[in-house]
């Protein structure tokens, strides 16, 4: 089976590493890929939101199936375009319709859906441009922090935690007027904050039935001791210790099962991938936000403890039988530690040259933001490299990616030194 890949960062690479052990996939195009996709697949230099690029690389090659990796194809509609195109409406695209992906796309129509389906969530209020003294006068009522979330994309960074009033009450007239996240922030989201612990809760669906994935909890901030500016995310670990089975049915019967039937009860058409941000307040699971896709770096360690086939899950989906699909997970932890450029997630210099590769023994080498140029492995993005390691103790895996990391080299790398530090 040949399989088109949509991506270019350590997700991708982790998903692609995964899919190319089934003796399913024939042959594994990724676009664009990196350096790392390039060393196991065939990296093709279109965008993932070129539809019509994308609509003649299948055709040309005869793909018979496309796995998105990131949201803005998603959010765009590809799953759509497929479906409507009489030459590519047999061809499976895992990933959730245009209106399945508005969980994303829309932070007021993940909030609306969360409260129609009686799910744990914040209490919030939305507005806009002409209604933003009211959001002003809205801050008024909460306690502080503050939390300010621009509706739209806006590359992991639309989210403002702030202490003071008149600083949240500034914040949000330049979101709103000021426009501080372009379109993303034409409309905003204020929500309560809750005070806890955040982990991340995977669910691949076939829009009927689901899997829970392993569970994950990342580290955003760039500084040591969760200090300093939000990032996509600087390492993650597998499972998270204090999700417990208790616990976990809590998220399972609260969260997942009314999500899924939600969904079906405002007939979205969603196969893929849902990812539900949580936090744990108490003993008790709540949304913070739904993703419509693998997080990264989470990808890099829950894809690892699959030990199914990926590419055979991926069939069930497509074909409305996950129900019956099997999903073995490995017990052992796996921790990754994600080394970035110099200055992210402000700005950065990219093609610094990678030494350092080939040593790492004992981990898996993810690669986000690279490529290859004259022969070599050079930077070019802000995250660079994810290393992923396994351990009954994930205190001890988390010693391995960081022996790794010690064999690598790039002009100004960093990394943060800590993850895993809270739990």
Same mark, same amino acid.
């Given at each position: 089976?040949?399989?088109?890949? @949509? ?84 061809i499976p695209v895992i990933g959730p319709s245009k209106e399945g992906a508005r969980l994303e796309g829309s932070k007021e129509f993940a909030k609306i859906f969360l409260t129609k389906n009686n799910i744990p969530t914040a209490a919030y209020g939305s507005f806009t441009k002409e209604t933003v003294e009211q959001g002003c006068d809205f801050l008024a009522t909460l306690k502080p922090p503050y939390v300010l979330k621009a509706d739209g994309l806006a590359a992991g960074k639309g989210v403002l935690i702030i202490q003071d009033l008149a600083e949240a009450q500034q914040e949000l007239r330049n979101m709103l007027v000021g426009a501080k996240f372009g379109q993303a922030s ?42 300093? @500016? ?39 058409? #969603? ?72 200055? #992210? ?11 350092? @590769? ?49 064999? @690598? ?15």
């Amino acid at each position: 089976m040949k399989i088109l890949l @949509l991506g270019s960062g350590g997700r991708e690479h982790a998903l692609a590493w995964k899919m190319q052990q089934s003796p399913q996939c024939s042959k594994l195009f990724v676009a664009p890929g990196n350096a790392g996709t390039a060393a196991i697949a065939q990296n093709v230099n279109i965008s993932a939101t070129d539809f019509d690029a994308v609509k003649k690389l299948v055709l040309d090659e005869g793909i018979q199936m496309v796995v998105v990796g990131p949201e803005d194809p998603l959010v765009k509609g590809i799953y759509d375009f497929f479906k409507g195109d009489g030459t590519l409406t047999d061809i499976p695209v895992i990933g959730p319709s245009k209106e399945g992906a508005r969980l994303e796309g829309s932070k007021e129509f993940a909030k609306i859906f969360l409260t129609k389906n009686n799910i744990p969530t914040a209490a919030y209020g939305s507005f806009t441009k002409e209604t933003v003294e009211q959001g002003c006068d809205f801050l008024a009522t909460l306690k502080p922090p503050y939390v300010l979330k621009a509706d739209g994309l806006a590359a992991g960074k639309g989210v403002l935690i702030i202490q003071d009033l008149a600083e949240a009450q500034q914040e949000l007239r330049n979101m709103l007027v000021g426009a501080k996240f372009g379109q993303a922030s034409s409309k905003v989201v204020i929500e309560e904050f809750l005070d806890g612990i955040e982990l991340s809760c995977f669910v691949l669906t076939d829009g009927k039935s689901y899997k829970i994935l392993p569970t994950a909890k990342d580290y955003k901030r760039i500084g040591e001791g969760d200090t300093g @500016l939000n990032t996509g995310g600087m390492g993650a670990i597998s499972p998270v210790p204090f999700a417990d089975s208790a616990f976990m049915q809590k998220i399972e019967e609260r969260i997942v099962k009314p999500t899924i039937e939600g969904l079906k009860q405002q007939s979205i058409d #969603y196969k893929g991938f849902i990812f539900v941000g949580l936090i744990k307040v108490g003993d008790d699971p709540y949304v913070i936000e739904y993703n419509v896709r693998m997080g990264d770096p989470e990808t890099e360690v829950v894809i690892p403890r699959i030990k199914s086939d990926l590419v055979e899950l991926f069939k069930a989906v497509a074909e409305e039988r996950l129900d019956d699909a099997v999903l073995e997970i490995d017990s052992r932890s796996a921790t990754t530690v994600m080394v970035v450029s110099g200055g #992210y997630p402000e700005d950065y210099e990219k093609g610094k040259v990678i030494s350092g @590769l080939d040593k790492a023994e004992g981990s898996l080498v993810f690669h986000a933001g690279t490529k290859e140029e004259n022969g070599k492995v050079v930077t070019n993005g802000g995250r660079v490299i994810a290393l992923t390691s396994y351990d009954d103790d994930f205190r001890e895996a988390i010693k391995k990616s960081y022996q790794n990391i010690a064999l @690598l080299h790039f002009d100004k790398m960093y990394y943060r030194k800590d993850i895993g530090f809270d739990l």
